[in-house]
């Protein structure tokens, strides 16, 4: 494959809600790559998505992928039921969240009017969930370029449409490895 066939390359990460809570949950796994054979099975699926998420970070320590957390994300992590949970998924996407802002000195916390909240809400309305539709705003609002998501029900499941409607690649990590395989020579 030339240079000049491979897909574009990300510029902006957008983590939803369940990717930052994967990170937490699996963190040893993804980060140390210890895995705790006790844990109980988690199903096919899900362990393809955990060890993408692992090779992904993986990656992104050797090329500072920059991987985005909102205002809004903190928001629904903070409605965690479980209080240690709460805390520690909170205390997680802040620390996240703050890389990216000290790594980026220079964004806005706010880009979008009120109005162009309402207006691009009202074009999102067929994703149901609207803390979805605020985390997929808010992924616009940062520049990102890509959408990472394990939420197959209610956001990969429109992702040409959101693709069409604001030009995000919404991708679970399997997904995104393997859009990522023609570049992986080149970043590891």
């Known amino acids: 494959m030339s240079l000049n066939k491979l897909p574009s ?7 939803d809600t369940n990717v930052v809570q ?19 099975y988690l199903g096919k699926n899900l362990m393809r ?13 050797r090329n500072s992928w920059p991987l985005v957390v909102s205002r809004n994300s ?3 992590l903070l409605q965690t039921p479980e209080p240690n949970r709460r805390a520690s998924l909170s205390q997680w996407a802040a620390e996240l969240r703050g890389y990216f802002l000290e790594t980026n000195p220079y964004e806005k916390e706010s880009y979008f009017s009120h109005s162009q909240r309402q207006q691009l809400d009202h ?17 616009k609002e940062f520049d990102c370029d890509f959408f990472l998501t394990v939420d197959y029900k209610t956001i990969i499941r429109y992702k040409t449409q959101i693709h069409k409607l604001l ?22």
Do not use: C
């Open 49 to 61: 998505d955990i060890e993408s998420l692992r090779f992904f970070i993986q990656l992104g320590h």
């Open 74 to 76: 903190l928001s629904e």
């Open 9 to 15: 390359f990300p510029n902006r990460i957008f983590l």
């Open 123 to 139: 074009l999102l309305n067929f994703v149901p969930q609207e803390g979805d539709r605020k985390l997929l705003m808010d992924a």
């Open 22 to 40: 994967f990170m937490n949950t699996f963190s040893e796994y993804i980060f140390d790559n210890y895995f705790d054979k006790d844990r109980p």
């Open 167 to 188: 030009g995000l690649n919404v991708m679970s990590p399997t997904d995104m490895i393997n859009y990522l395989k023609p570049w992986i020579g080149f970043l590891r």
